[in-house]
């Protein structure tokens, strides 16, 4: 296939799965299987390999992510992100009406929509291509947080333009509300409880957290989803709100089904008593109901406050609380050691679900609701996923009840806790010994990410650390058929109290042998993930790998030359020094070493050219002949540094096509050099 050829089947392969990702997450009625999706996305992928030079910055291939961004540049809104009066009184409702009547006389309508319990976002469009993504702030200037917002599904990156009204303008902001579903949300939490991370109170917190997360493949894998609520322009296609709304999901985006035209102050009263009985039905939060007027010369008419719209409102519904028994505080130990306390509550209804335990986060919080034995305690739910204890009902406590008292051992192994200055979380320090400890550290050396040996999953390896088989991560490489086969175990969920029984046949266990054997050829910079070192992650596994080549460069390195490591601060560099004092953890990795597990950058990464060696780079825009990874990979595999904010210590900045104005402005004011990909080409020539 010659380069013409190439780009039509580039652009034709783009189109067809923007449509089928619009079909599957906005109308929510695919017309492919997931395989046939995917075989069209892997031949996308493979042409754009080929040609680096035709892919484009919005291609479907970017939605997995791999941008970092360490900085998130402020950006000023072009039209102020206000916000809306709101209230919980219905009375309010009335008298909002009567203001417009008065204001503009009887001949109105209002459009009522969810109120989302997101993070807003403003979605810039230009030429029916999204340019920028900013979220609220201070309603002035927000965050930039583009490479994130284009991981997520229900974002178009392009816009059906067959579907555009001819009098469209070039550019447009879409107003939207980016959530995280409950069933992601509860994905996520069961990850954080597992490796014994501080769970997130709420979906709201899980998205705005996710928004400012520095490598989009992590936020990406987040599963975040977005409702547009409305398109702000100089020049509209319609005259009205809901009519705009209607031509936004032709063009592409998400928008609200629920989304409903109200005559009068009755029909918004009748839409808020369905929305109050049945918010828990919904796979999402909202905190209430938003009211606009529709006509948009109207709001115009109607006019603005210095701080909101005088043509909107919003009607947020009460928290739902109710009160229960404390009837006990489990600590729960994460693979880190981290402690969790969780209270045991006496079932009880909330939100349409049984609640039957909350988190209590650290022993700060039990000091701050000062809990005793047998509380009355007030739970609070507000459409979140995970209850909080929000306060004692003083009254109901029985006499002379004791004060809890936070653990002082480790519920499974009766180590004494520590806890280090400026952290919130208790520790359990017998990280060799502690039941949960190891199988959380084997756990992680399995899991996909690292040495993906997941046929050892579902239990199994609980099965092993009970037998005795293994004890720590290098005993998975002395497992042999005739250990494995046989084992069982019954296991009973505690949620549900259903058995299930795991047993080692033959089958399974020449999987787990076979997936055993295949992880030893998992390049360096898994194997070092998969180490567990704490707050060693993919993205600074591969940094540290890059940088020392092997794991005994590492391993004798000094704290002075791992702060000297881009990205690596003084907490990594203490924990990774910590890590390799311990010589137990030393005898696992020269265990694994004579196994034949990869501990070193593979022979021809290592032959990389050193035309650009020292030389730090700073990527922007959109290029001609290179991807924008594609050009970073040319930098880095001749010995450059490619980083994603400008400062003093940036060499170049590579200029692109519809580069940032922010990081030509910082790079003009630090007499950084701006180049273009031509003179980057030049550069590495003449070295």
């Given amino acids: 296939m010659d380069s013409d050829k190439a780009k039509s089947r580039i652009k034709e392969l783009t189109n067809i799965i923007n449509r089928h990702n619009y079909n599957y997450y906005v109308l929510a009625d695919p017309k492919i299987s997931d395989h ?75 459009v009522c929509e969810l109120k989302f319990d997101g993070v807003a976002i403003g979605l810039v469009y230009k030429n029916a291509k999204l340019v920028r993504a900013v979220t609220r702030g201070d309603g002035t200037q927000g965050d930039e947080v583009t490479n994130n917002v284009k991981t997520i599904k229900s974002i178009p990156l392009n816009l059906f333009q067959d579907n555009f009204d001819n009098n469209i303008v070039d550019e447009f902001e879409a107003r939207g509300e980016i959530f995280m579903p409950h069933k992601s949300f509860i994905g996520l939490n069961n990850e954080k409880i597992k490796n014994n991370e501080q769970p997130f109170a709420n979906p709201r917190n899980a998205a705005a957290g996710s928004l400012k997360i520095q490598e989009s493949r992590i936020v990406s894998s987040r599963n975040l989803d977005c409702y547009i609520f409305s398109i702000i322009g100089e020049k509209l296609p319609y005259d009205n709100h809901y009519d705009n709304l209607k031509l936004a999901k032709k063009w592409g985006f998400k928008t609200s089904e629920f989304t409903k035209i109200c005559k009068n102050i009755d029909e918004i009263f009748e839409y808020i008593d369905y929305w109050e009985k049945n918010r828990n039905d919904l796979d999402f939060d909202i905190d209430g109901v938003v009211i606009k007027i529709n006509s948009i010369k109207q709001q115009e008419q109607l006019g603005y406050t210095s701080k909101s719209p005088r043509w909107a409102i919003s009607y947020k519904f009460e928290t739902e609380q109710t009160t229960t028994k404390l009837l006990d505080i489990k600590y729960q130990v994460g693979r880190t050691g981290a402690i969790t306390p969780v209270a045991v509550l006496q079932p009880v209804k909330l939100s349409g679900t049984t609640v039957k335990r909350a988190s209590l986060y650290n022993a700060d919080k039990i000091e701050e609701l000062n809990l005793h034995k047998n509380d009355t305690v007030k739970v609070e739910k507000g459409g979140e996923i995970i209850p909080k204890i929000v306060g004692i009902d003083q009254e109901l406590r029985e006499k002379n009840s004791d004060k809890i008292i936070y653990a002082t051992h480790c519920p499974e192994c009766g180590t004494e806790l520590i806890r280090k200055a400026g952290e919130s979380l208790h520790y359990c320090p017998n990280k060799n010994n502690c ?25 199994r390896t609980e099965i092993l650390i009970k037998n005795g088989i293994i004890k720590n991560i290098a005993d998975l490489y002395d497992l042999s058929f005739d250990k494995l086969y046989g084992l069982e175990k019954t296991i009973t969920n505690v949620l549900d109290g259903k058995t299930k029984k795991i047993s080692f046949k033959e089958k399974t266990v020449n999987n787990i042998l076979k997936a055993v054997e295949n992880s030893k050829s998992v390049p360096f910079e898994r194997v070092l993930y998969a180490l567990g070192i704490r707050y060693v992650g993919e993205t600074v596994a591969k940094i540290l790998a890059q940088h020392f080549k092997n794991i005994d460069n590492l391993i004798y390195c000094n704290y002075d030359e791992l702060i000297n490591v881009p990205e690596i601060g003084e907490k990594i560099a203490d924990s990774i020094i910590s890590f390799f004092k311990d010589e137990q953890n030393i005898e696992i990795i020269n265990h694994l070493k004579n196994k034949g597990l990869q501990f070193e950058i593979e022979k021809e990464l290592l032959e990389k050219k050193n035309n650009l060696n020292g030389m730090t780079f700073v990527v922007s825009g959109v290029f001609n002949n290179y991807s924008r990874q594609g050009i970073k990979d040319v930098i880095e595999n001749n010995g450059g540094k490619v980083s994603s904010s400008i400062s003093s210590k940036t060499n170049y900045l590579i200029a692109g096509n519809n580069m940032g104005p922010e990081k030509r402005k910082k790079a003009e004011s630090l007499n950084i050099p701006i180049i273009s990909e031509r003179e980057l080409d030049n550069l590495i020539k003449e070295n």
């Fill in 36 to 110: 046939e999706f995917d075989n069209l996305m892997e031949e996308l992928i493979l042409l754009e390999r080929k040609y680096p030079e035709l892919s484009d910055d919005n291609s479907p291939t970017k939605r997995v992510g791999g941008q970092v961004t360490k900085d998130f540049p402020t950006v000023k809104h072009k039209y102020p992100m206000l916000s809306l009066g709101n209230t919980y009184n219905r009375k309010d409702l009335t008298d909002f009406d009567n203001r417009i009547k008065k204001a503009i006389g009887n001949s109105y309508e209002y």
């Fill in 435 to 459: 039941p949960p400890q190891i199988l959380g550290k084997i756990e992680h050396f399995i899991s996909r990410k690292a040495m993906n040996i997941e046929s050892l999953g579902q239990g």
